[in-house]
């Protein structure tokens, strides 16, 4: 009896045992659980968006080392828009569901206009001392002192050509006037247009693109207007154009042109190119090195660019020395014709293409913030970034044949820009947009006198009822130095400064 009494309290006192011993592993394994939790939090997505395609494959694996070595707990999710970008940001913003970081242009509209709706951050709070210091040049402030970018890219516009089929057509060095250039072009499409070879080509499939390329930047050289404003006189003369527009046209006729150039794309123009389709072109440097390193891979023994080719006396304009011309400029200011203004030596503006913006309802503007200042905006990711695409920064600058990094040139970052780019709002243009009317006239689809004089009553009048409304300023450099833009810089600011108070 007692054995059957013992055997039964055993099983007994072993059941407890075991229903402890379970009690006790799940209360183990609930902590552990616990514990493994408070350790693995969901990493903060930070999204960024661009329309660069070109650096792609550097910043796919700059972000791969990033999301896997910062110490954050951040990972960046990076989406290339090729095409569709603006249409993107636009459906984005109407549904609130615009990404943390943007890539934006310092003259797309969508960028500007929403500033005004104050989408983007303010990042002047953000930016120490140390970060000014450094950044020094690249900032680019907006209305009342704030900051919505940081610049880090820059170009020119140069001349692109092949070495190889100026080689085949005899041609040593590539030309230095639009006259020589039309000649070129010219000699080169009767010559190899049966191999379906041409002398020249441009994207006019998107006008403003090509327009700003082709025409606008040597047009501010040569005559010391920038976007069609005369700062001499204060008023807009896109009259002054006419020599440049039908250098254009020319070189778009059949006889040295490509056919079917109104249907180009930039991607186009880039693949024929890279295939030795197209002998000469306008472009903006800022990514052209870097496109023919990673997207239309190009031997770079095999192509060329230069400065854009001066206007020259025989397609009209009186050759002017720069010492006259600087002695008596208001004199240089009257001096203009139906075939445009005399030529003279001013300096080409460069292009600031664009820089990143944080989203101003970013749910992780402090996340956001820390991507852009450690990884985007670090001097080790530009300085790098800058030599392996081989690609013009405001801060840094590759050279051609070293590597070595260069300073940009402050006076063509100081060329004033038109009353219609610094205050959209105060030049209220009616008809047809500029961009439009000079590629139909550079396409021969209108008359080149009839569009330009149609562009300059067009903006005079916008220009002039901004005034009235008091939305405008009245822009008059009557000391303006185009070789010099630096040196009436203040005069210039103090002027457009009314714009910008509150």
Same mark, same amino acid.
Request: aromatic share 10%; charged share 25%; net charge negative.
């Given at each position: ?183 070129? !072009?010219? $000699?080169?499409? =009767? ?5 379906? @070879? &041409?002398?020249?080509?441009?994207? #006019?499939? *998107? ?71 197209? !002998?000469? $072109?306008?472009? =903006? ?5 870097? @496109? &023919?390193?990673?997207?239309?891979? #190009?031997? *770079? ?202």
């Amino acid at each position: 009896m007692r054995s059957r009494a013992n055997s039964r309290i055993g099983q007994c006192i072993r059941m407890i045992c075991g229903i402890l011993l379970l009690f006790g592993l799940c209360g183990c394994q609930t902590g552990n659980r616990t514990e493994t939790l408070e350790t693995s939090e969901e990493p903060v997505t930070i999204t960024i968006w661009t329309n660069k395609a070109s650096d792609s494959a550097y910043m796919k694996q700059k972000i791969a080392e990033y999301n896997e070595s910062n110490e954050e707990n951040i990972r960046i999710e990076y989406e290339i828009y090729v095409g569709n970008y603006e249409q993107a940001i636009e459906v984005a913003a109407s549904t609130s569901k615009l990404p943390d970081i943007l890539y934006a242009g310092m003259e797309d509209s969508l960028y500007r206009q929403y500033i005004q709706e104050e989408r983007w951050l303010d990042l002047s709070p953000y930016l120490s001392e140390e970060l000014q210091e450094r950044l020094e040049g690249g900032i680019y402030p907006e209305q009342d002192g704030r900051i919505y970018q940081v610049y880090t890219r820059c170009g020119e516009i140069k001349l692109y050509y092949n070495k190889e089929i100026f080689k085949r057509c005899g041609i040593e060095n590539p030309p230095e006037t639009m006259a020589e250039m039309i000649q070129y !072009a010219a $000699y080169i499409t =009767d010559k190899l247009s049966k191999n379906g @070879i &041409y002398g020249f080509a441009q994207n #006019m499939k *998107e006008p403003e693109s090509a327009v700003s390329a082709a025409l606008l930047a040597g047009m501010a050289r040569d005559t010391g207007v920038y976007n069609g404003f005369d700062y001499w006189k204060g008023r807009y003369d896109f009259t002054l154009y006419s020599a440049g527009v039908n250098a254009l046209k020319a070189l778009l006729s059949e006889e040295c042109g490509m056919p079917g150039c109104e249907y180009l794309t930039s991607n186009a123009l880039h693949d024929l190119f890279a295939r030795g389709k197209i !002998a000469m $072109y306008f472009a =903006d440097s800022s990514q052209e090195d870097c @496109i &023919y390193q990673n997207l239309f891979p #190009m031997d *770079e023994e095999s192509y060329g660019s230069v400065s854009i080719p001066k206007l020259s006396p025989e397609l009209g304009g009186k050759k002017f020395e720069l010492e006259e011309f600087l002695a008596d400029p208001k004199a240089y200011a009257q001096n203009t014709s139906e075939e445009g203004r005399i030529v003279c030596d001013g300096v080409q503006p460069i292009h600031l293409s664009g820089g990143w913006v944080v989203t101003a309802a970013s749910q992780h503007e402090e996340e956001a913030l820390t991507v852009l200042w450690e990884l985007l905006y670090s001097e080790e990711f530009l300085e790098e970034y800058c030599i392996e695409n081989a690609v013009d920064s405001i801060l840094y600058r590759t050279g051609e044949a070293t590597g070595k990094l260069q300073s940009v040139s402050q006076q063509a970052l100081s060329l004033p820009e038109a009353p219609h780019v610094f205050n959209p709002e105060g030049v209220q243009v009616t008809g047809n947009g500029v961009y439009d009317v000079l590629a139909q006239a550079m396409l021969g689809e209108r008359d080149v006198a009839e569009s330009l004089q149609e562009l300059t009553e067009q903006y005079n009048g916008g220009y002039g009822s901004g005034i009235i409304n008091g939305k405008g300023v009245h822009l008059k450099i009557v000391d303006y130095d185009p070789g010099d833009p630096e040196a009436t810089r203040a005069e210039y600011l103090r002027q457009i400064m009314p714009l910008y108070k509150e």
